[in-house]
C-alpha cells in the first residue's frame, strides 16, 4: 500500500504562484512514477504532469505547459507541482497519483490517489 496527502492548495489572484506537494509512504513508494492529474466541478478528472521515477522525464498537458512544473525529491519522497501565472481555468482540486501501468495520460494508469487539495484563482 502507498499512501498520498497533497498539500499546498489555497485562494490565489490571476497571475500569482502556488506549489503543491504530495508526500507519498508505504511500501516501496519512491519507485513509483508520479502525476498530478485535476478536477474541476462538473468535469472529468483531467491529467496535468508526470514525472518518471527517476525524476528525469516529465510531460505537461498543454494547458499548463510552460506555466508548470513537476519535480520529486526521492530522498524526502515527495512530489512537487509549482505552478505559475495561475489563471482561473486551473481552479479545481489537485490530486496526485501513483503510476501502475499503461499511458500517464489516463487515471486509470494509476493505482494510488490522495485526497486532493483545493485550488482556486481568482479573476
Known amino acids: 500500500q502507498v499512501q498520498l496527502v497533497e498539500s499546498g492548495g489555497g485562494l490565489v489572484q490571476a497571475g500569482g504562484s502556488l506549489r503543491l506537494s504530495c508526500a507519498a509512504s508505504?511500501?516501496?513508494?519512491?519507485?513509483?512514477?508520479m502525476a498530478w492529474f485535476r478536477q474541476a466541478p462538473g468535469k472529468e478528472r483531467e491529467f496535468v504532469a508526470f514525472?518518471?521515477?527517476?525524476?528525469?522525464?516529465?510531460y505537461y498537458a498543454d494547458s499548463v505547459k510552460g506555466r508548470f512544473t513537476i519535480s520529486r525529491d526521492n530522498a524526502k519522497n515527495t512530489v512537487y507541482l509549482q505552478m505559475n501565472s495561475l489563471k482561473p481555468e486551473d481552479t479545481a482540486v489537485y490530486y496526485c497519483?501513483?503510476?501502475?501501468?499503461?499511458?500517464?495520460?489516463?487515471?486509470?494508469?494509476?493505482?494510488?490517489w490522495g485526497q486532493g487539495t483545493q485550488v482556486t484563482v481568482s479573476s
Open positions: 514525472i518518471n521515477n527517476g525524476g528525469g522525464t516529465a
Open positions: 497519483g501513483a503510476h501502475r501501468s499503461g499511458s500517464y495520460y489516463y487515471k486509470s494508469s494509476y493505482d494510488y
Open positions: 508505504g511500501r516501496t513508494s519512491s519507485i513509483y512514477a
